[in-house]
């Protein structure tokens, strides 16, 4: 039997958890599941960030899980907008990310582009190193990540997340 994996989210000032998201929908304020239509971001800035991790709930016959990779697939937009920028790397990993209150501003150590195909190797952390692993239920570390425009960019954009990761038996 396989491992039980869903994708949290942490939002507000003191951190609610959302466990089981629906979408990594990103917008003009700080919500799970959000309605990009409703929280469109202004050309020239950013989404506020968003802060998920991978979580084990349960370990089904896995003795462990590891190798952690997170990428999207599709266009992100027509015109200006800048980047899919995260804090997920395959090397000068700078360890766990801290929860902060949400931004739509740059935030530290989330400044890589995001992964448009699957990484070689693991580039989202399990305990602050790229080599960690899950032996029980638990969590990876933060995916930070959130997108940036510039003044010409334009409504529109359409991509996937994708977390892969490997599992013992």
């Known amino acids: 039997m396989a491992a039980t994996v869903e994708i949290d989210e942490s939002n507000g000032a003191g951190e609610t958890v959302t466990h089981s998201i629906t979408n990594s929908n990103m917008g003009s304020t700080d919500a799970v599941n959000l309605d990009p239509v409703a929280y ?76 448009s195909s699957v990484p070689a190797t693991a580039n989202l952390g399990i305990g602050g190193s790229l080599t960690g692993s899950l032996t029980a239920t638990g969590s990876s570390d933060y995916l930070g990540h959130q997108i940036t425009t510039d003044s010409s960019a334009t409504a529109g954009s359409t991509s996937t997340m994708n977390y892969q990761y490997d599992e013992v038996a």
């Open 40 to 115: 469109p971001v202004t050309p020239g800035n950013r989404t506020y960030i968003k802060y998920q991790k991978v979580h084990v709930t349960a370990m089904g016959g896995s003795s462990k899980i590891d190798n952690l990779k997170v990428w999207r697939t599709g266009a992100l937009g027509a015109g200006g907008v800048h980047a899919h920028i995260t804090n997920a790397r395959l090397t000068s990993y700078a360890g766990a990310l801290t929860y902060a209150t949400p931004v739509a501003t740059a935030v530290t150590n989330v400044d890589q582009t995001m992964p």
